[in-house]
């Protein structure tokens, strides 16, 4: 069984820094490109980053591109998201995602992150 | 690239057929695929225009359409098919989700 399991998130200041992480099983991590989802309350489907299966490749949202780095570690079946300069419309549920490409076809149960001061 | 998602909202009854529809603003190919989220939980794959053949889907879930138009039908709606349905381009980075389509029980 495919498990995505998020944690990083809670709440942070704006203009701090997050870091989330997402523990994968269940499949063989290293064939799967990887996502980054958030969905802000209330709200729709917002795609964050994603990168391919290998990390040579990478992908980001508008409405992140630079202040955030994602990234993987292929060994430890890990997918991590960096973003900088958080600000209040960062606040969402953060989804990790497994890719066959760019299709989304497993999803985490997501970690909640809230920047307020 | 935009997509927009019609109806917004769709009040059906159980064994109704509904049919969504999404528009992107610019030809993508067959690279569209639709979700459905249910309150308090994650989005599941229903349909891959690319890929039309995915596993653990009921087949009253159909799509079609290709360029710019799609639609996403539902035959004979269950109680577990209300919910809300978000198309999503793969064609080009970055991908991006129509607004979502609620659909629910009358």
């Known amino acids: 069984e495919v498990q995505l399991v998020e944690s990083g998130g809670g709440l942070l200041q704006p203009g701090r820094s997050l870091r989330l992480s997402c523990e994968a099983s269940g499949f063989t991590f290293g064939d799967n490109a990887m996502h980054w989802v958030r969905q802000r309350p209330g709200g729709g489907l917002d795609w964050v980053s994603g990168i391919s299966w290998d990390g040579s490749k990478t992908g980001y949202g508008d409405s992140v591109k630079g202040r955030s780095t994602i990234s993987r570690d292929n060994a430890k079946n890990s997918l991590f998201l960096q973003m900088d300069s958080l600000r209040p419309e960062d606040t969402a549920l953060y989804y990790c995602?497994?890719?066959?490409?760019?299709?989304?076809?497993?999803w985490g149960q997501g970690i909640m992150v809230i920047v307020s001061s | 690239i935009q997509l927009t998602q019609s109806p917004s909202f769709l009040s059906a009854y159980v064994g109704d057929t509904v049919t969504l529809t999404c528009r992107a603003s610019?030809?993508?190919?067959?690279?569209l695929a639709w979700y459905q989220q249910k309150p308090g939980k994650a989005p599941k794959l229903v349909f891959d225009?690319?890929?039309p053949l995915q596993s653990g889907v009921p087949s009253r879930f159909s799509g079609s359409g290709s360029g710019t138009e799609f639609t996403l039908t539902i035959t004979s709606l269950q109680p577990e098919d209300f919910a809300s349905y978000y198309c999503?381009?793969?064609?080009?980075?970055?991908?991006?989700f129509g607004p979502g389509t609620k659909v629910e029980i009358k």
């Open positions: 610019q030809g993508i190919g067959y690279y």
């Open positions: 995602v497994r890719g066959q490409g760019t299709v989304l076809v497993s």
């Open positions: 999503q381009q793969h064609s080009i980075y970055p991908i991006t």
């Open positions: 225009a690319a890929s």
